[in-house]
Nanobody, 116 residues
Framework: VQFVESGGGLVQPGGSLRLSCAAS????????MGWYRQAPGKQRDLVAR???????MYADSMEGRFTISRDNAKNTVYLQMNDLKPEDTAVYFC???????????WGQGTQVTVSS
């Protein structure tokens, strides 16, 4: 199983970014997928989750600002992030979620920095 995240960068507060994650080595279309993030010195936390049927759920602080989506034909999951805040600065990762647990296979992540 392999995940390749992309789309991060430096953005000013209030700006937007769209992250992408290409997955391989798994049966993508039947699996729940999640975006996680890890800020320096902090644990890795779940940001958003999307089921195989497209149902979504978000961490409280992301509700209304972030949108997770997926394209099963491309084995890709996306995270649209709007109204970004400095506290959103972190490395963002995607992973398959089994039950409530991500797999042990993490990609390199993509750095998001929100700063003026």
């Amino acid at each position: 199983v392999q995940f390749v995240e992309s789309g991060g960068g430096l953005v000013q507060p209030g700006g937007s970014l769209r992250l992408s994650c290409a997955a391989s080595g798994s049966i993508f279309s039947i699996e729940d997928m999640g975006w996680y993030r890890q800020a320096p010195g902090k644990q890795r936390d779940l940001v958003a989750r999307i089921t195989s049927r497209g149902s979504t759920m978000y961490a409280d602080s992301m509700e209304g600002r972030f949108t997770i989506s997926r394209d099963n034909a491309k084995n890709t999951v996306y995270l649209q992030m709007n109204d970004l805040k400095p506290e959103d600065t972190a490395v963002y990762f995607c992973n398959t979620i089994v039950g409530t647990i991500p797999t042990p296979y993490w990609g390199q992540g993509t750095q998001v920095t929100v700063s003026s």
